[in-house]
Every structure is written in structure tokens, then in C-alpha cells.
């Protein structure tokens, strides 16, 4: 964390948003192993209430809970005494400690404090009293405060998932704000630069579509095709629920940014072309397996071929889904091994949640279907041992219409 100074004075730089940490003089201050003691609880909630403090009912409800039946005054006089001695030994300068005034419990210290949070707060109040560019960059400033989730050793606690989720909403709504006028200015560089911090802090919320558009207005199309192979990989890779109309929508939106440049049908061919030589099944995110689904459909309806959809997944022996195993990024793992040792370079597979899996199967009729699963079976118990993991599977022909 950067080292600031007030005058000649040092700050304490306090981080909240995305992470806990403190620093004073470009040293970490009090040890990260107190980050789970109450003790280091009421120090962030007071460094949280500022130099206002915090009415004591309204403490002992945080740092004990409202409906507590213990000694809540009693508690909290052991935790300041515990905090008292914890400020004494971290090697703070002017022996910072913890005050009761007008009952209200406050930080003091000889050095100024500064908290991310509420720094965030402030710009984004200054920035309702300014216009044009000067509030652009009020804007600005909080984004790039903003590092993810509040106070993360809090959370479950009701007042930080509130705050958390006002944090979250703020933000957003500042990046969609500066984002637009940054692509309103052509300033396509550095809207990149923000959308891809954002992408990384909040990884499902759309900001690859923002990415995406950045990349292709400045002729980067490869890298915008890149992203997009990418994200949609993480979207089914890491949520455990299979593909929603919303993230179908978002993954759409990706799609129609990406714009490539005018070139020869020689060059488009190249770019079209798998880099190895085709081996085995054929593996795609699941649009571009929607895709070759639907087409695959129409030939079918003129050749009279058959081919079956597969669904195929895994449960334990009390028939749960592999969402709620524990060892289920394993397990799917090898499932998808035994899938691409089973199928042949005509087939099509894709991953549909955490635990499941779809296949096309061509060429073949849905009664004879039972030999494939029965490879993908075979290559899965070669693999796991234990009968307890089952693989399961549904199987119906594919129609043009239904």
C-alpha cells in the first residue's frame, strides 16, 4: 500500500474494500493472525465509524450480536482492555487507544488515519456537487479504490453485508457512468485498462462486453476473440449451475463486440482452421455448441442421419448431483477424460455445469447409445475406485423440431 503523508506526518493507511490490511510508514501493522480475534473486530469498527465513533448499544450489537443474552457491557470492557494493549505493542507512534466520550467509542491517535472506504464514500459525495470532467475524475478515483468485497474478516455479520452491498452497487454504477463517457471521448485505452480491473475484481459481471468493445475499436479483433473463448470458459468452468438466460444474454452481447477486419477469404480460412490436426472429439464452449447443435439439426432433417444429445453427469450412492460433493472439480475432471477417450472426431462435447456434460453423438441411433456410455463408464471407474461415484446419463435423438 502506498505511504502517505499528511504534512509531515504519516498517515495510517487503512485497506477495506477487497482485503484487510494496515500499514503505517510502508510497514504492515498489526499481525494478519489477530484478523480473527474480536479484538481486531472492534479496532476495525472503530477505524469504520471515523472520528464520530460509535454509541456504545450499537457496538456491543456488532461485536456480540443484538440478541446476545451474555454480559454485553462486561465483554466489551475486556475487549478495549485487550485492544488498548494490542495498540500499545504495535509499535504505533504517540500510543494510539481507544476513548469513551459522550458514549460514544472512538479511535484516537497523534497521526492522522485513512480508511479506503471512507475515502470512497467522500469522493462519491464530492462528485454529486461537481459536473463535466472534475466529476469524471472524482469518479475515477473512487473506482480505483474499490478492490472487492468489505471487510472480508466480517463477513456473515448483517451491517457488513449491508455495506458490502452498498459498496458494490456504488461501484458499479460509477464504472457504468465513467465508462460511458470515456467511450463517448474515444479514450479507448484507458477504458480498457478500467473494465479489465473490474473483469478481475468482479469476474461475472459483464465487464469482458465493455473489454470486448475497447479491443475491437482498437483493432485488436484477435485478442477481443481471445477474451471471449476465455470468459465463456470461466462462466461454465466456475458456476456450478448450468448456463442462465442472463449469462446466455451476456455472452451474446460479447459475441456481437467482436469485429473483425476486412481480409481475404484465404486469410479468413486460416484464422477458421483448427492449429493441430484434428484428433479425437471435438471440444467447444457451450454457444458454439448450441450452435453446431441447431445446424446439425438442420442436416439431419434432409439426410435422415441419426444422431442423439447426451447428458451426462455423476451422483454419489445417495443420488446427489455432483454440485454437492465435495471433491466435485475432481470428479468432473475426469469425467471429461473419459469423455474424450470414449468419443470419436465426428462427436461434439461441451461442459454444461460443475458436474455435467453434454455430447453429440453422430451417426449413431438413440438404442445404440448404451456402447459409448458404457467407454465413458469404463474410462471413469479405471480412474476412481470408489463405487460409491456413479456416472449418469440421459439420452434423447436429435430433432429439427419438436
Known sequence: MEVRKKGNVLELNVRMLGACAMEYGGQSV???????????????????????????????????????????????????????????????????SVCLEEGCYRFRSSFPVNVDALTFDRLIKRAGFTSGRERMELLKKACGLYGGCFLPPLSGEDWVNAADARYQRQYRVCMEEVCQYLKEQGEYRELLELCSRAASICPFDEWQVWQIDCLTALGRGEEAMVLYEKTVRRYFEELALGPSEQMLACLHRMEEKIRMD??????????????EKPEGVYHCS???????????????????????????????????????????????????????????????????????????????????????????????RRRVSSRKVQVAYRIAPINAFF
Open 262 to 275: 476486412t481480409e481475404s477469404l484465404q486469410d479468413i480460412q486460416e484464422k477458421l482452421r483448427e492449429r
Open 30 to 96: 498489526l499481525e494478519r493472525k489477530n484478523q480473527s480475534s474480536r479484538t481486531f473486530h472492534l479496532l476495525l469498527i472503530l477505524l469504520y465509524a471515523g472520528p464520530d465513533g460509535i454509541r456504545r448499544d450499537h457496538l456491543i450489537a456488532r461485536l456480540f450480536g443484538a440478541g446476545d443474552k451474555c454480559d454485553g457491557s462486561g465483554n466489551l470492557r475486556v475487549v478495549v482492555y485487550h485492544l488498548r494493549k494490542l495498540l500499545k505493542e504495535s509499535g504505533l507512534p504517540g500510543e494510539p
Open 286 to 380: 457451450y454457444p458454439g455448441f448450441v450452435d453446431s447443435y441447431r445446424m446439425l439439426a438442420r442436416i439431419l432433417e434432409q439426410s435422415g442421419q441419426p444422431a442423439c444429445l447426451v447428458l451426462c453427469g455423476f451422483t454419489d450412492h445417495r443420488k446427489r448431483h455432483g454440485e454437492e460433493m465435495k471433491n466435485s472439480s475432481e470428479l468432473s475432471g475426469i469425467l471429461s477424460e473419459a469423455i474424450q477417450e470414449a468419443l470419436g472426431s465426428g462427436d461434439v462435447y461441451t461442459r454444461y455445469s460443475r458436474s455435467q456434460f453434454l455430447l453429440i453423438l453422430t451417426g449413431i441411433a438413440e438404442n445404440a447409445c448404451a456402447d459409448i456410455v458404457g467407454r465413458i463408464d469404463a474410462g471413469f
